[in-house]
């Protein structure tokens, strides 16, 4: 069981004034009535809010309830199945009650291999800061969506190489999302129904206890524009080690990443596609002492993350860790 309560004040340069708190209680316990079998029964009560003193929402008490209870239970079966599922049901002052279901189940056919499926839904409410404080907007609608996943976990030559496949499917709707803009004149929305589909893949190859290679790739299949999401990605890392030193080298790839979506006439979809290089070289002369110096954006890309910032070329920097 737990309980918190936290309280404080907002004081922003915009003249923007709030007194918050946030509570809540929270308990659960775990049953085993049988070999194999796990039970979690529990409930969750929270309540947040405050007192707003704004130009748009003057002098208002704003108050949020929520209440839920779930259960989770797993089996496990021939030593080999494991059985999973879950429901939980919450109850939002504003938005009503939501039913929310999770059912998965994990197989390993032998020691080297584990394939897993799951099928569950997601649900969040939109928070007070998103409704009224930063790119506000009170008439948000809470965000669902349900995701199916399958998995494969791998591996060979005494676990020397490990591989991770996994693909998903997502439907959803009413993601919340900030329209581009300056402030105040920001604002968020709901985007409405979306369908996100992919695959990720990710390899790991220990050559020697000095030497390991790691690569991971991502293909994101996007029915409507999304900020900030790329359509494939790699990720790519060799880590060498030589008694005190250390040498890690690592690149990526960014390709068709969204920075601003058109909302209105005046703004367009825009996406970049962008490749680093970065390296990190350390020397251990204690055994608890490190020194390293970095070298990021090696091949001075140019490119941006959040449109209108653009990130920096090359650049190094230089420290020491020490560990007690």
């Known amino acids: 069981m737990k309980f918190y309560h936290n309280f404080g004040t907002h004081d922003l340069s915009d003249g923007f004034h709030s007194t918050d708190r946030n509570s809540g209680l929270m308990f659960y316990q775990t049953l085993k009535l049988a070999s194999g079998s796990n039970i979690t029964v529990g409930t969750d009560l929270k309540q ?3 007192k707003l003193n704004q130009t748009a929402v003057k002098d208002s008490l704003i108050t ?3 209440l839920a209870v779930y259960a989770y ?3 496990t079966l021939f030593e080999k199945l494991n059985l999973s599922a879950g429901l939980r049901l919450e109850n939002n002052s504003k938005y009503g009650t939501e039913l929310i279901p999770f059912g998965g189940l994990t197989y390993n056919p032998g ?3 584990t394939f897993k499926a799951s099928v569950s839904k997601g649900f969040r409410s939109p928070t007070i800061m998103e409704m009224y404080l930063y790119a506000p907007n009170p008439d948000l609608k809470p965000e669902r ?3 199916y996943e399958v998995n494969w976990l791998q591996s060979f030559l005494d676990n020397h190489i490990q591989l991770d496949l996994t693909a998903y499917f997502i439907k959803g709707d009413n993601l919340i999302e900030v329209t581009p803009g300056v402030p105040p004149v920001m604002t968020r929305k709901n985007l409405g129904s979306f369908i996100n589909k992919g695959i990720e893949f990710s390899a790991g190859y220990i050559v020697t206890k000095n030497l390991y290679f790691k690569a991971n790739y991502s293909y994101l299949d996007l029915d409507k524009p999304v900020l900030a999401a790329p359509r494939q990605q790699i990720n790519v890392s060799a880590n060498y080690r030589y008694k005190i030193w250390s040498l890690n080298i690592s690149a990526q ?3 068709h990443l969204y920075v601003a979506i058109s909302s209105d006439a005046q703004t367009q979809t825009k996406t970049i596609s962008y490749g680093l290089l970065n390296a990190r070289l350390s020397v ?3 055994n608890k002492l490190e020194l390293f110096v970095a070298g990021n954006n090696l091949l001075n890309t140019q490119y941006q993350i959040n449109y209108g910032y653009p990130m ?6 230089t420290g020491f860790n020490v560990r007690f």
């Open 48 to 50: 947040y809010g405050g």
């Open 64 to 66: 949020v309830n929520e």
């Open 73 to 75: 239970a797993q089996q």
């Open 111 to 113: 020691l080297n291999s």
């Open 145 to 147: 969506m349900m995701n």
């Open 253 to 255: 790839r960014i390709e």
């Open 284 to 286: 251990k002369p204690l």
């Open 312 to 317: 920096p070329g090359i650049y190094f920097n």
